[in-house]
């Protein structure tokens, strides 16, 4: 049981890191943008090609794809997504869900369909486990990482949005951008460093869950519906909803699956519904804005 526990808590933090950016550009943005997927994808796929083609190291394989991602993000939001920002809903999600398309069919055409493999340091290949019997806990090492890993993040992101000049900037931003403007603060300079950062963090996420989630070109659409429920069901006007609701989420999805494989993914909708009914705009909000 606590071995379930801790596999469910592990899920559920990496599925906050790839979900964050979405609960930021569609929260603190007010953007749809449902080929955040395909961010996340790129870091995967980068961190694949940088280990086998190039020999990079899987640690320093991380924060190349965060920054990497981060600056396509960047120039994507800067070409191609800035116009979209003042379209209805409807536009965004038709726009961003033909870009997750695209990026499918290009992975699929210039590497290939098969499924790719990261091979992980000696050292978070291990399994430690503590206590007996009903008590036990088996802790794998590299869940153990993506845990501190991921803890490190939120508290960063946290006291950034929360206790920075920028995380200021850009609550005035999203709250009327016009009063922001007026008061000498740049919207598009915030926006586009926030945008980078979300892509950045998908990134990361999809170099993190390749080894666990798997990775081929159909990852953006797979997974589209998971960052969907942490979004809808934490909430988009903070750090601590998206969280709370990973963390629900992966551990609802690992004992699912375990005490109840037939069914597969149920426990995870039904659980999202129940949510949705008690608290219709999320488990988190934030008074004000809009």
């Known amino acids: 049981m606590l071995t379930i526990l801790f596999d469910g808590i592990a899920y559920g933090m990496l599925l906050f890191v790839l979900a964050v950016g979405l609960a930021v550009t569609l929260g603190l943005m007010n953007f749809i943008n449902l080929a955040h997927g395909a961010f996340a994808m790129a870091g995967g796929y980068l961190t694949v090609f940088a280990m086998q083609k190039l020999g990079v190291p899987f640690l320093a394989c991380l924060p190349l794809a965060f920054i990497v991602v981060a600056l396509a993000g960047a120039l994507l939001e800067r070409t191609l997504y800035r116009p979209m920002y003042g379209k209805p809903h409807l536009d965004q999600v038709l726009f961003s869900i033909g870009l997750a398309f695209m990026a499918v069919a290009a992975v699929d055409y210039f590497v290939g369909s098969s499924q790719q ?3 992980l340091p000696e050292w978070l290949r291990g399994r430690t486990e503590i206590g007996d019997g009903a008590l036990l806990l088996g802790m794998g090492h590299y869940r153990l990482f993506i845990i501190a890993v991921c803890a490190v993040l939120t508290v960063v992101l946290q006291l950034i949005l929360s206790k920075t000049r920028f995380g200021s900037r850009l609550r005035a931003a999203v709250d009327d951008p016009r ?11 915030v926006f586009l460093l926030t945008f980078a ?3 950045g963090l998908a990134g990361l996420g999809g170099a993190l869950g390749a080894e666990i989630l798997g990775l081929d070109p159909t990852f953006p659409l797979k997974y589209m519906i998971y960052f969907l429920i942490v979004v809808s069901v934490g ?10 609701a ?9 004992a699912g699956k375990y005490f109840i494989p ?27 804005g809009r």
């Open 117 to 119: 493999n990261i091979q």
């Open 179 to 189: 009063v922001a403007a007026g008061l000498g603060i740049n919207v598009n300079i």
């Open 197 to 199: 950062v979300g892509s």
């Open 235 to 244: 909430g988009t006007s903070s750090i601590t909803g998206p969280l709370a």
């Open 246 to 254: 990973a963390l629900l989420l992966g551990i609802a999805d690992v």
């Open 262 to 288: 037939k069914m597969g993914a149920f426990t995870v909708y039904l659980l999202m519904i129940l949510i949705l009914m008690w608290r219709p705009q999320g488990l988190f909000t934030r008074k004000g």
